[in-house]
């Protein structure tokens, strides 16, 4: 196909694809989905070999949220059956951090539901960073806390983080339908802040939500223009008691498209596959591999991921390795750059927040607000097309977490 040798050749370039080329990525038949594949394969071996890095949830602390973000089972209101716990201490974060690195993750990720955090919880993040550093040498942190006020970010990189999660989630265009307490431009806003202040800035989107093709290429263009190190790709989890718990929109099929897109706008940045990766690619999560290399274990902020085990098993069976602490993750062009140091060649140019359906953040994916548009536009499910809305639901594949951070049961890692 003229269009994956075009895409490859940018990939391995770092040259920006057309909106044209991302769209028919998105439109390519299920006759062509392995050489899709195999074409987004050789960019991601080109910039990160066979490596698979892998990342620890800490849900610090969860549910009680008073934003409203439709994905998430933190949110205000939601009837999710979630455990509700406020902030764990420095130590018992620190335990639950260490329970993944001994599964081999090498960087832990310390999530906080809520708008954003006061300059007290920073103290407390703070003092939680430093109390993981002292007891884990080598670990990388990044922090989840939702929008950032001035001097936040700095504070928190001061305490030893070297990363911070905010989510675009969504296209600027439909942000107003997922949530209406704050907005798209807040969620830029703590990106910038996080990359000015040093932070290795890890952003990304939540899909299945009902958006178009046209939506899933503008927040992944908005994202290589924002410049992360890292771009976590959550599915919606549709967990019972959240607003978005009918949109059971994707397909392991769609997944990849979705992977392989990433990939070809974002070459050279750590693509991870985020929340809803076993319910929704299923037994493709092999294949996903050859697109992203960066996994979460175990567990999410609020549902259960597969066992530990088994996911270190998948990576050894599909001929992958993980990256241990001693390998660096990104390529040297962007580390030599400096943080961010480019999504590729800059042709144009988060909370993370809490999704579920995605971390990067927090299961679902985010947290912020855009309400001007919100009464403007159809409701998001309508506006998905037909052929998109074929899978069934499997509701049996999606567990409520009830053990690690937040219980006395032994965390899954
Ligand atoms: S995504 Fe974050 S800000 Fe939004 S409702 Fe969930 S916990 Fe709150």
Same mark, same amino acid.
Request: with cysteine; glycine share 10%; charged share 25%.
């Given at each position: 196909?003229?269009? +994956?040798?075009?895409?490859?050749?940018?990939?391995?370039?770092r040259?920006l694809p057309?909106r044209?080329?991302?769209?028919?990525v998105l439109?390519?038949?299920?006759?062509?989905?392995?050489?899709?594949?195999?074409?987004?394969? %050789?960019?991601?071996r080109?910039?990160?070999?066979?490596?698979?890095k892998?990342? #620890?949830?800490?849900?610090?602390?969860?549910?009680?949220c008073p934003?409203?973000?439709?994905?998430?089972?933190?949110?205000?209101?939601?009837?999710?059956g979630?455990?509700? #716990?406020?902030?764990?201490k420095?130590?018992?974060?620190?335990e639950? *951090?260490?329970?993944?690195?001994?599964?081999?993750?090498?960087?832990? =990720? +310390?999530?906080?539901?809520?708008?954003?955090?006061t300059?007290?919880?920073?103290?407390?993040?703070?003092?939680?960073? %430093?109390?993981?550093?002292?007891?884990?040498?080598?670990?990388e942190? =990044?922090?989840c806390l939702?929008l950032?006020?001035?001097g936040?970010?700095?504070?928190?990189r001061?305490?030893g983080a070297?990363?911070?999660?905010?989510?675009?989630?969504?296209s600027?265009?439909t #942000?107003?339908?997922i949530?209406?307490?704050?907005?798209?431009?807040?969620?830029?806003?703590?990106?910038?802040?996080?990359?000015a *202040?040093?932070l290795?800035?890890?952003?990304?989107?939540?899909?299945?939500?009902?958006?178009?093709?046209?939506?899933?290429?503008d927040?992944? #263009?908005?994202?290589?223009?924002?410049?992360?190190?890292?771009?976590?790709?959550?599915?919606?989890?549709?967990?019972?008691?959240t607003?978005?718990a009918?949109?059971?929109?994707?397909?392991?099929?769609?997944? +990849?498209?979705?992977l392989?897109?990433?990939?070809?706008v974002c070459?050279?940045?750590?693509?991870?596959?985020?929340?809803?990766?076993?319910?929704h690619?299923?037994?493709?999560?092999?294949?996903?591999l050859?697109?992203?290399?960066?996994?979460?274990?175990?567990?999410?902020l609020?549902?259960?991921?597969?066992?530990?085990?088994?996911d270190?098993e998948?990576i050894?069976?599909a001929?992958?390795?993980?990256?241990?602490?001693?390998?660096?993750?990104?390529?040297?062009?962007?580390?030599?750059?400096?943080t961010?140091g480019?999504?590729?060649?800059?042709?144009?140019?988060? =909370?993370?927040?809490?999704?579920?359906?995605g971390?990067?953040?927090?299961?679902?994916?985010?947290?912020?607000?855009c309400?001007?548009a *919100?009464?403007?536009?159809?409701p998001?499910?309508?506006?998905v097309?037909e052929?998109?809305? *074929?899978?069934e639901?499997r509701?049996?594949?999606?567990?409520?977490?009830?053990?690690?951070?937040?219980?006395? +049961?032994?965390?899954?890692?």
């Amino acid at each position: 196909m003229d269009l +994956l040798n075009t895409l490859v050749d940018k990939g391995l370039r770092r040259e920006l694809p057309t909106r044209e080329e991302a769209l028919a990525v998105l439109a390519t038949s299920d006759d062509e989905l392995l050489d899709v594949v195999a074409a987004a394969g %050789k960019v991601r071996r080109q910039w990160f070999g066979r490596r698979v890095k892998l990342n #620890y949830l800490v849900n610090l602390k969860s549910g009680l949220c008073p934003e409203d973000c439709s994905y998430c089972s933190q949110r205000l209101g939601s009837k999710a059956g979630i455990l509700k #716990y406020t902030w764990l201490k420095p130590d018992q974060a620190s335990e639950a *951090a260490a329970a993944g690195l001994a599964g081999g993750a090498k960087r832990v =990720c +310390l999530v906080a539901s809520g708008r954003g955090p006061t300059d007290r919880d920073v103290d407390r993040v703070s003092d939680t960073i %430093k109390t993981i550093k002292d007891q884990n040498e080598g670990v990388e942190v =990044c922090a989840c806390l939702g929008l950032l006020s001035d001097g936040q970010a700095e504070r928190l990189r001061e305490a030893g983080a070297d990363a911070y999660n905010h989510n675009l989630n969504t296209s600027e265009s439909t #942000y107003g339908d997922i949530t209406t307490t704050h907005t798209y431009a807040d969620r830029v806003d703590t990106v910038q802040k996080a990359h000015a *202040a040093g932070l290795s800035a890890c952003s990304g989107l939540i899909a299945g939500m009902g958006e178009s093709d046209e939506d899933l290429v503008d927040v992944v #263009y908005s994202l290589r223009a924002l410049d992360p190190d890292s771009v976590p790709v959550n599915f919606l989890i549709p967990v019972e008691g959240t607003p978005l718990a009918k949109e059971w929109n994707l397909t392991p099929q769609r997944c +990849l498209r979705i992977l392989a897109m990433v990939r070809f706008v974002c070459p050279d940045v750590e693509v991870r596959i985020a929340g809803g990766r076993e319910v929704h690619l299923r037994t493709m999560q092999p294949l996903a591999l050859h697109l992203a290399n960066s996994i979460f274990l175990g567990d999410y902020l609020t549902t259960e991921g597969q066992a530990g085990k088994a996911d270190l098993e998948m990576i050894a069976d599909a001929g992958f390795e993980v990256e241990g602490t001693g390998q660096v993750t990104l390529p040297e062009h962007r580390v030599t750059a400096g943080t961010g140091g480019g999504c590729g060649s800059h042709a144009e140019a988060g =909370c993370g927040s809490h999704a579920d359906a995605g971390y990067g953040s927090h299961e679902g994916g985010g947290c912020g607000p855009c309400g001007s548009a *919100a009464d403007e536009q159809a409701p998001a499910a309508a506006r998905v097309p037909e052929v998109v809305r *074929a899978s069934e639901a499997r509701t049996d594949l999606v567990a409520v977490r009830r053990r690690g951070a937040g219980t006395d +049961l032994a965390p899954n890692a």
